[in-house]
């Protein structure tokens, strides 16, 4: 399957799946593991990937992705142009509240290789979310985990009366035309 | 939907309400399988980077419509009549209710208890800058009721006379001392030098007298108290070191026995 599709599967019971997409696998996996830590009543699922597309021979095997977060390193564009080139692969209907992009390492400013306009460009072309967060400190990397569970719950459809859609028109930043 | 039903099912219902329950999310079930269905026929569309935010706001707008004519037209239903299910979910909710108005309170206190804090300490605070106002604002009083004297001129005045009567006081002392030892302590004869001088070879020495003796003493005391001692020569008449270091007038220096100084009086 070369495009991913938000409405492909049945959803699982009592769970939602959290899809890390981006070219650091030592941060994908700390990420993760800070997620699968959260305390929670659904069972989570997470499925890390450098890029898009996903094999298609386990395609089988994969449950239905309800949150789809794009990590960008700002220390290396090459994270940024293998996102750019995922995006490609992305159906246009998951962009209705169901993607995120998650900028890492800002906590170094000297060490910045992407201007944040061009990252924040891409945020706002692909109307959704960015998140910026520094996952060498413990504390943001707890409070981004926490922040992207959430979310996986109204992705994944635990809170009835808001929808994904409606949600990320609520994340609509003030300085936003 | 379904999920939260199934959580119901678990506790001690009558069988008949578990059925109904059961029967419910299988059409629900049933429901979404077609709408599914019907999704993936409509087959994928990507998005375009060139125009992504047109697009994307395009279709957003869209989906957005959808859900508010969606919204307009639900009715409120309800999940089942059956009681005991009712009644089951109620709990739950006023669970729910009680343990987040329990956080809000316990946070709603401890912020109180910060406030208070900050309070009392802000109220000492503001004592304390009262209290130095208050005894600024007397200092100022008092150094401008002292500004009232046209003081300065006549200080002066009064502190020179009085430093003139201590002159002339001392010059007085002075002179009644004076005259006092060349009365009473008078240097010995020359005659009896002139003798000593023609029966063994010894050298004629002019001896002070003891007013001056003092006067070096004093003298030396006063300008250099840290250096008091004097070197006894040979124009000090003996007799009159040992009267005045008897009456306990001049001290001899503790170590060397050709040095002394007087006795710290006004000490």
């Known amino acids: ?177 | 939907m379904a999920e939260y039903l199934s959580e119901t099912t678990n506790k001690a219902d009558p069988v008949a309400a578990k059925e109904e329950l059961l029967e419910e999310c299988e059409r629900i079930w049933k429901q979404m399988e077609e709408c599914q269905s019907k999704l993936m026929l409509l087959g994928a569309e990507t998005v375009a980077p060139s125009d992504a935010k047109l697009y994307l706001l395009m279709l957003q707008w869209k989906a957005l419509t959808v859900d508010f004519n969606q919204w307009q037209t639900r009715n409120p239903e309800l999940i089942s009549t059956n009681p005991d299910v009712l009644l089951e979910l109620g709990k739950e909710e006023l669970q729910k209710v009680k343990n987040d108005l329990e956080t809000m309170l316990s946070t709603v206190q401890s912020k109180n208890k910060h406030l208070e804090e900050d309070l009392k300490r802000e109220q000492q605070w503001y004592e304390e800058q009262k209290q130095m106002l208050e005894t600024l604002n007397k200092i100022e009083e008092e150094v401008n009721t002292q500004d009232e004297h046209p003081s300065t001129k006549r200080e002066l005045n009064e502190l020179e006379t009085k430093v003139l009567k201590l002159k002339t006081f001392r010059k007085e002392l002075l002179t009644a001392l004076g005259g006092f030892l060349d009365e009473y302590f008078p240097l010995p004869e020359r005659s009896e030098n002139i003798k000593k001088k023609n029966s063994s070879a010894e050298p004629v020495v002019e001896l002070i007298t003891l007013q001056e003796i003092l006067e070096m003493l004093i003298n030396t005391l006063m300008a250099t108290p840290h250096e008091p001692y004097i070197t006894i020569n040979e124009s000090f008449w003996p007799p009159y070191i040992e009267l005045l270091l008897r009456c306990g007038m001049a001290l001899r220096h503790p170590e060397d026995p050709n040095r002394m100084r007087l006795q710290a009086f006004h000490k």
């Open chain 1, 1 to 177: 399957m070369a495009v991913l599709r938000p409405f492909d599967k049945l959803p699982t019971l009592n769970s939602g799946t959290l899809l890390l997409v981006g070219p650091d696998e030592a941060l994908r996996q700390q990420l993760a593991e800070t997620i699968l830590q959260e305390k929670r009543d659904f069972n989570i699922s997470i499925h890390l990937a450098t890029s898009l597309p996903l094999p298609s021979e386990r395609d089988h095997l994969r449950p239905r992705i309800d949150l789809i977060v794009f990590m960008i390193d700002i220390k290396s564009k090459y994270s940024l142009k293998k996102v750019e080139c995922s995006l490609a692969h992305v159906d246009a209907s998951f962009f209705l509240g169901k993607v995120c992009f998650l900028v890492t390492g800002v906590g170094k400013v000297n060490a910045c290789s992407i201007e944040m306009n061009a990252v924040c460009k891409l945020g706002e072309a692909y109307c959704s979310p960015m998140l910026f967060c520094e996952l060498e400190l413990e504390d943001t990397r707890v409070a981004t985990a926490q922040r992207l569970v959430r979310m996986l719950r109204i992705c994944a459809g635990h809170i009835p009366g808001v929808s994904a859609l409606s949600f990320v028109s609520l994340m609509r930043k003030s300085d936003d035309n």
